[in-house]
Each structure stands twice: as C-alpha cells, then as structure tokens.
C-alpha cells in the first residue's frame, strides 16, 4: 500500500499569511495527488486535483504543485474561513489519505 | 443541484451488520465510479470502497475486505455498502463520494454514523 505524509501535524497561523503543508507518499505517484479541506462536523470538499489543477468553484488563494513523491499545498493570503483540515490523497494505485494539517488560528 | 445524501446509519452490535445508502441526483450517476469514505471519531478520513460506473468492478480496504459489499442501482441511482461482522473499529461517519478527475473524489455527501457498540 503507499503511504501519505503530511507535515506539519498542525500550524498556526494569522489572516493574510502564507501557509505551505508539504505531502510526501511512499512511492511515485506521477500527479495523482488530491486535496481536501475539512471543516469540523463537515464533509470534505476537494480543491485540488492531479497536484496543481484548481477544482472549480475554489479560489485561486489555493495552488498545488509536485510530483512523484513531493507536493505541496499553498495557501496565499490566508482567510478566516480557510482555518481547517487539509488532506492530501493518492489515487495513483487505489486511494489513501495523508493524515491531515489542521490550521489553526494563532 | 449535484447531491448525495447517505442514509442508514445507527447502533449496532459487534458481529452484527448493517446496510448503508447513498442516493444521488442531479448527475449522470450511471457514468461515475462512486465511493465510499469513513472517519473515526477525532481521526483522519479513510478510503472503505470503490465500484465503478457499471457495477462490473469493485475494490475494497484490506480492513474491510470480506466484511463489506458495495452495490449500486444505476436505475435507482443509488450505491450502497453492506456491513457485516462489524467490529468496534468500524464505527465512523461514512461518507459516500463521487469519482472526478484525476481519480479523484469530487462530490460528497454529508456522512452516516455507525455506532458499534454492546
């Protein structure tokens, strides 16, 4: 099975900031790298898909990058309604979840 | 408007079963691999179970393989996920979710909590 390392755990961080949560599997998996924002008691929503293409509907604040086993996760200019989880996810061989950021409100 | 709705959900005891559902609408549901999703209580998500557009393939976790059965209706426009032998550990909000692009999964539904529990 590959395995998804997100780093760090969790972050805190202000409005405005710029925030990089870095995802790393255990193999190469070209660009099939996804990611989810998770707010409490919510169901996940996708932002990225295949590592950098934005989904539509998410604001361009959010960019991904990477490929083979490195990607990251950029949040520009942080806004009070980006405080969550994000998750990264393979679907290069079934599917598997890194274990999850949760940005904080410092 | 593009929804999943997942029902089903309840206490159940350990060793016994349960049939969860997923009903879709406002999509082409019989084009789309469907999944299904779960998370523990204060844990991360966790992929259960993938069937494609057709029902002619399925995959599973190895923690559930065995244990569980996903099905659709494409006339029903419905998936499901059939539990049985159900431990402690399964307990979650399950989430149903649409395939997308780049395999990933682009629609959810708002989950259904099991309760494993005697």
């Known amino acids: 099975d590959i395995q998804m390392t997100q780093s760090p755990s969790s972050l805190s961080a202000s409005v405005g900031d710029r925030v990089t949560i870095t995802c790393r599997s255990s193999?190469?998996?070209?660009?099939?790298l996804n990611w989810y924002q998770q707010k409490p008691g919510k169901a996940p929503k996708l932002l990225i898909y295949?590592?950098?293409t934005l989904q539509s509907g998410v604001p361009s604040r959010f960019s991904g990058s990477g490929s083979g086993t490195y990607f990251t996760l950029t949040i520009t200019s942080l806004q009070p309604e980006d405080f969550a989880t994000y998750y990264c996810q393979q679907s290069y061989i079934n599917w598997t979840f890194g274990q999850g950021t949760k940005v904080e409100f410092k | 408007e593009v929804q999943l709705v997942e029902s089903g959900g309840g206490l159940v005891l350990p060793g016994g079963s349960l049939r969860l559902s997923c009903a879709a609408s406002?999509?082409?549901?019989?084009?789309?691999?469907m999944h299904w999703v779960r998370q523990a209580p204060g844990k991360g998500l966790v992929w259960v179970s993938r069937?494609?557009?057709?029902?002619?393939?399925?995959i599973y976790a190895d923690s559930v393989k065995g244990r569980f059965t996903i099905s659709r209706d494409n006339a029903e426009n419905t998936v499901h996920l059939q539990m049985t032998s159900l431990r402690a550990e399964d307990a979650a909000v399950y989430y149903c979710a649409r395939g997308g692009s780049g395999y990933s999964l682009d629609v959810w539904g708002q989950g259904t909590t099991v309760i494993v529990s005697s």
């Open positions: 193999m190469t998996i070209s660009n099939y």
């Open positions: 069937i494609n557009h057709d029902a002619t393939g399925t």
């Open positions: 406002g999509f082409s549901f019989s084009g789309y691999w």
């Open positions: 295949t590592a950098s």
